[in-house]
């Protein structure tokens, strides 16, 4: 991206602009980031956190929630359909006129549930399931939940039925008319939402905070499976070499898993700010009141200020004693830091938007109804069931999942620089007012004194 072979010319005229707002005197133009704070790293691969940096030092933490709030509301529709392209020029091809076998309509195909929610969303009930699943009516996923409660009966979503085996833990899909390959899945494909506000906001903060891990029953197995996949998904976001095996993980990586595994089954989940780290878990109440909240960005904002840790009070410090002096050096060292909670929120933001792709892209390929789709795509085609689980999905379908997560990254990427343009506009504007004026005035001078020299 041409962004990325520009990060110094950015940074350079950024500084420019503080400059030339100090020697103005516009006060407050360019807002200035604690030193602490390493805001422009030029050795980042990853464009959105690089202009996600710019807005906070530019005009501070309260853009990055407005982004947040219109990625969510406003931009998410557009995202899903996008996604809904890219799967379809994947599965469907206009001069292909496959039709459906008998055996596939009479019988169906049986998949372990297992295969298809290895994230254990359709485990529960009630307020207890369907965290990380989209639950609304345009929603496979909720048919398949359905079926589970009324075990034995069929659930029908465009042209599927879906029935659950309570005896083997099985679902049934079976075609509901004798159709092509084409039209099933792309009527499918166009009913399906694979997006959801709620989902892709608790998948997020699932994955900076915690939260239900203890409610969906997750184990260590199921735990593996979950941050393998996460972190092959952040390779692909942030890799830049085609040639890199983004399946394999390192010993290095496996062991960051493991760590991570613990962390999460002890409700512990750090955010990691350098010299220290904040434990910042979200607990399934608190979660369920950000989701019943009006505004959802807002009730999040509050408990992140929550999570901050408080700095030692330096209130009423006209007495310096070594007393005085002391005491707060003794709570300064017990806190084991001097919190700059500014930088901090700054930083949870940009992890905030920036894992947003990540999330994306997992509810794109690796929710139950994607997988479903992937595995009846796979059925048709070669008349078996071999496709078992994500990881086959995977890495049978790179393209697919390349070709997403390009379109992800570009579409995120796009919202974010397009405000980086207007709030740079904005400060510059005054700026530019600034100097033509304190020119025009030069020159009224200038001419002032040529008519007196005549």
Known sequence: ?????????????????SSLSDSLNINNIIEK??????????????????????????????????????????????????????IKNSLIKSDDNTGLDGNLLVNGFDTPVKDIDYNKNFQGSGNNSMYLSNNTSNSLDAVMYKSIGNYGSNESFNGLNVKYNSSNDMMNIKPTSNTTKNQLLGNLIDNIQFLNKNVILVSIIDLLFGSIVSTLGKNKNDLLTDESFNKIIQKYVES??????????????????????DNR?????PLDFGCSDYNSFIDIETLNEILNSSDQIDALDNQVNTLLPQNPSLNNMDDLSPNKLNKVNKQINNNNKFTNNTATKDKVYNDLVSKIVQVIIKNSILSPQAILLQKLNYRIITGNNDISNGLDILKNQQNLFKCISQQV??????????????EITNKVKPLAIAVATEKLANYEGLLASLVKIK
């Open 265 to 269: 089954l002890n409700n512990k989940l």
């Open 1 to 17: 991206m041409n962004i990325l072979n520009s990060k110094k010319d950015i940074n350079g005229s950024i500084s420019i602009l």
């Open 33 to 86: 980031n604690d030193t602490s704070v390493n805001i422009f790293n030029n050795n980042s691969k990853d464009p959105i956190s690089f202009l996600l940096k710019i807005l906070i030092s530019v005009v501070g933490v309260n853009v990055v929630k407005d982004i947040l709030k219109s990625i969510l509301i406003k931009e998410l529709p557009n995202i899903d359909l996008l996604i809904k392209n890219v």
């Open 409 to 422: 990254k570009d579409s995120i990427t796009q919202i974010i620089f397009k405000r980086v343009k207007t």
């Open 240 to 261: 830049e070499d085609e040639t890199e095996n983004l399946f394999y993980l390192s010993p290095e990586e496996l062991n960051d898993i493991s760590i991570t595994i």
